[in-house]
């Protein structure tokens, strides 16, 4: 092992041993047994030998915590001496060091707050992406410091870093339990209350958030196992030829069912400390090693490509993944481009927006901004500024996150890009950036606009925004899209979830009204995107996907527009009802629902002709496109003005 290694190696066990010590002193409360920082009393560094054990615990992990300090610095200095060309390791460093000084800095304020739960929640936070930036440093420094070639695909590195990233997020939710106190408002586990709802609108409202902090904390850790099993699932595909990998992932998913136990016992032993303490231990061996399994994922693949491609599983998937030796940007060599292949700085940056796809988050955000209007009704203590900052940090979040899962999507499909007349201009296939580049610009994005809308907005935004990612680069694009014919139906719900996310950054939670304007998109989706594929069926048969028209033929998929049409117009009705909606909406909906069927019927009746039908089905595209922003529109209206139904 190099000086370095060993000296990374070192800082994880100890950083490992902070996180740990700090769950104690939570445990204890005795982070409020030392009034000063950084020494515990004023003038005096060191605790009297007859001071509490309280004191004690505080002090050794303030200990700890410089010592770790120094360790990183003397990271970022070899890191200077030994690896200053090789960036992957440098900046990092160099990132540590400003992380662990901030981390320094919420920990003074901690105490300054006196242990409030938000400094509390921030200070965990900054810890675990401490311990993720080391974590990789770690994993990075023990392969090569060129990896030449194209490497394969990174899709199962996608599938590690959202488990990643979702591992991190319920580890947020653990701490705004603990923030809140909120560790036994239910006796019973996993049951809550005895049920799986524990929500009661006669509740009062200081109950009501301890109740949903509580519950959110044990839905996302039900739906983080699920991830945690698919990961475990796929990783065992990759066996015979990534057998570390394969393990890896299991045993971070063995780690989660202990961790899932232990969390049972916490209730069960009314809050003990050690159960506590096993608890956030854990959970950060579990982030450590999800982080060490997505960075393993990633090198080892570059690895593979440097060396011949072995194709496995879910690694190499059905084509998309290995692309054109043309579109990476090897140079001769065996180098890779660090950015676009040619062209201008200008060009370059007009290549990462329009990898972003803005069109289609323009109509993203359409949806978003009504549904937050339509949520103050639940919130009428809101002050208009807390509105304002909450609806533009939603809408920034909403936009990075979109452009993510855009980004992502278009380095998965460069292959079928290639192939498609409409796409074929795009950066990927244009050769205007690489396909690792754009991969790591949409990671980047995601992580950013999920850290962002946790720490603007609220949790249950942020972890909504990582699933609608999740949905579509895992769900739509990389399960359905190239398998069924169904891939847009099934694959249009992570489209929907902005009217929800807007939703949740209102109120921190998730209402039926919501739920219907989930629905109302989910249904709209189809209809609007089959019009489209009429009008390019062609493009579609050519790459070899099984959209709708290619497979059933023009006169079925009129025939499905205009049931899925019959459907939104009943559901955007029924809405009416449920969110007790009035005359502005009402109106709206009854009208612009007319229209929408009625030119789906006639695209129905023209079925049987391509020409005919081909025009109506673009003339009903762009219906679709100013029907759902006029509905969302009355949705915002009518929440404004008021005017019931008569």
């Not at 323009?362 to 209007?373: D, N, R, S």
């Not at 809408?395 to 192939?419: F, K, M, P, S």
């Not at 949740?504 to 209809?527: D, I, K």
């Not at 909406?585 to 006639?602: E, H, K, N, S």
């Amino acid at each position: 092992m190099t000086r370095f290694q060993r000296l990374a190696a070192a800082t994880v066990v100890t950083t490992f041993l902070l996180v740990t010590l700090g769950v104690i002193v939570r445990a204890t409360n005795s982070g409020i047994a030392c009034p000063t920082w950084p020494g515990c009393f004023p003038g005096q560094f060191l605790p009297g030998l007859d001071a509490d054990y309280h004191v004690w615990l505080e002090w050794i992990h303030r200990t700890v915590a410089a010592v770790i300090g120094l360790l990183i610095l003397g990271m970022a200095v070899i890191a200077g001496i030994d690896h200053r060309d090789r960036r992957s390791i440098l900046w990092p460093s160099l990132f540590a060091l400003l992380l662990v000084g901030f981390q320094a800095y919420l920990g003074r304020e901690t105490v300054r707050l006196g242990n409030s739960g938000e400094s509390v929640t921030a200070h965990l936070a900054a810890a675990m992406a401490l311990v993720g930036v080391l974590v990789y440093l770690l994993v990075r420094v023990g392969y090569p410091a060129r990896i030449g070639g194209r490497g394969g695909s990174q899709r199962f590195t996608l599938l590690a870093t959202f488990g990643a990233t979702a591992t991190f997020a319920l580890l947020l939710f653990g701490s705004n339990v603990t923030a809140l106190n909120a560790g036994l408002v239910f006796a019973d586990w996993p049951l809550m209350s005895g049920g799986l709802f524990p929500f009661d609108p006669s509740t009062p409202s200081d109950v009501a958030v301890l109740y949903t902090a509580q519950a959110l904390h044990r839905y996302v850790a039900a739906v983080v196992f699920l991830i945690l099993l698919a990961v475990a699932v796929a990783a065992r595909r990759l066996r015979p030829a990534k057998p570390g990998l394969a393990g890896m992932a299991m045993g971070i998913f063995v780690l989660y069912l202990v961790q899932v136990v232990i969390g049972g016992l916490q209730i069960l032993t009314l809050l003990s400390g050690w159960a506590q303490t096993l608890h956030v231990a854990i959970g950060a061996l579990i982030w450590g090693g999800s982080v060490a399994l997505a960075a393993s994922s990633y090198y080892g693949v570059r690895m593979e490509g440097a060396n011949g491609p072995t194709g496995s599983g879910l690694v190499t998937g059905s084509g998309s993944a290995t692309g054109s030796g043309s579109a990476t940007g090897e140079l001769p060599g065996g180098a890779v481009t660090d950015g676009a292949s040619n062209g201008s700085t200008k060009a370059t940056i007009r290549a990462y927006i329009a990898l972003t796809k803005p069109r289609i988050i323009e109509l993203l955000l359409v949806t978003t901004v009504p549904a937050m209007v339509l949520a103050t009704r639940d919130v009428p203590g809101i002050q208009p500024l807390d509105w304002l900052r909450l609806t533009f940090w939603t809408l920034v979040c909403g936009t990075l996150a979109a452009g993510a899962a855009n980004a992502i999507n278009q380095y998965l499909d460069r292959d079928i890009d290639e192939r498609m007349v409409r796409t074929r201009r795009r950066p990927l296939p244009a050769h205007d950036i690489t396909p690792q580049r754009a991969m790591g610009f949409g990671v980047v994005l995601a992580v950013i606009s999920v850290a962002l809308m946790a720490w603007f907005v609220n949790l249950l935004a942020a972890f909504l925004t990582l699933l609608a990612i999740a949905f579509y680069v895992f769900v739509y694009t990389i399960l359905l899209k190239r398998s069924t014919p169904s891939n847009i139906v099934i694959g249009g719900a992570a489209g929907a979830l902005p009217p929800v996310i807007g939703w949740a950054a209102v109120t921190g939670s998730v209402g039926l009204p919501a739920l219907m304007l989930f629905l109302v998109v989910f249904y709209w989706t189809p209809p609007h995107f089959w019009a489209l594929a009429l009008r390019i069926r062609g493009d579609y048969a050519a790459a070899g996907l099984p959209m709708l028209p290619v497979v059933r033929g023009i006169a079925e998929t009129s025939r499905q527009i205009a049931l899925y049409t019959a459907l939104l117009v009943a559901v955007s009705l029924v809405f009416a009802v449920v969110a007790q909606m009035g005359l502005v909406y009402l109106a709206t909906a009854v009208v612009l629902g007319a229209m929408f069927m009625w030119r789906a019927f006639v695209l129905w009746r023209q079925g049987s002709a391509p020409e005919a039908s081909t025009a109506q089905a673009i003339r009903l595209y762009r219906f679709s496109i100013s029907y759902l922003t006029l509905l969302f529109a009355a949705v915002a209206i009518d929440a404004v003005v008021a005017w019931p139904i008569l």
